[in-house]
């Protein structure tokens, strides 16, 4: 079936360097797209969301960045901060399935 | 986020046991949803109701049960408790369709031995 992928499980990064995290998803008439970070013992908490008539859309000190053509959804962190060590996930909505199709996840670890 | 809450928390049973889940909201959201996580798995939807009176199956609903008692409560029931059920369940909300944002809660744990 279609599913919404992560390229890394996990990903070690030296803090204040910038983040990217990747995802690759499969239903191309999907129309929205969430990033999520989960916290060790918290639920999911939202991050950014970009819809597909976007290809980018930037908060504060995260950016997602959408290729249809390609079916890529990226997440980019600046300055990394110890705090930005969790767990994130990508989601999907739309295209005919029901509520968000998440993907697997990727565990952002910060080195010192 | 503080404005769902689920119990309870942790829980351990055995197998073949009922057990049920429960879920509150301070949100005023219309829609509710209930996830189950697995290690390297993501969250997958179980359930989700988008008013009181609307209740329908997600992708992996097979031996679970819902209930909407009111906008603000949606409770999620294992009829026959078995070991592959053991996992974190999420509960969420949102004030629209799959386009807005989605508030977890923070999740229940639960052990089936």
């Known amino acids: 079936g279609e599913s919404v992928g992560l390229h890394l499980p996990t990903l070690s990064v030296q803090e204040g360097d910038n983040s990217i995290i990747n995802c690759a998803y499969s239903?191309?008439?999907?129309?929205?797209f969430i990033w999520y970070k989960q916290e060790s013992g918290k639920g999911p908490q939202f991050i950014i969301d970009i819809r597909s008539n976007m290809d980018k859309r930037q908060g504060q000190r995260v950016t997602v960045l959408l290729n249809k053509t390609v079916k890529h959804l990226s997440l980019q962190i600046a300055a990394t901060q110890p705090g930005d060590s969790a767990v994130y996930f990508c989601?999907?909505?739309?295209?005919?399935?029901?509520?968000?199709?998440f993907g697997k996840g990727t565990h952002l670890i910060i080195q010192p | 986020d503080a404005d769902v809450t689920q119990t309870p928390r942790n829980r351990i049973t055995k197998t073949g046991k009922r057990i049920m889940l429960e879920c509150s909201q301070t949100k005023g959201h219309d829609r509710m949803y209930w996830y189950r996580q697995d290690p390297g798995l993501g969250l997958r939807l179980i359930y989700y109701s988008f008013d009181v009176k609307d209740i329908n199956k997600g992708e992996i609903s097979d031996g679970y049960s819902v209930s909407r008692q009111a906008q603000a409560k949606f409770s999620l029931s294992l009829e026959s408790a078995i070991p592959n059920q053991t996992a974190l369940y999420f509960c969420?909300?949102?004030?629209?369709?799959?386009?807005?944002?989605?508030?977890f809660g923070p999740g229940t744990r639960l052990t089936v031995l």
């Open positions: 989601a999907e909505a739309g295209g005919g399935a029901d509520g968000l199709t």
């Open positions: 239903n191309s008439a999907s129309d929205y």
């Open positions: 969420a909300t949102s004030d629209g369709d799959w386009g807005n944002e989605q508030f």
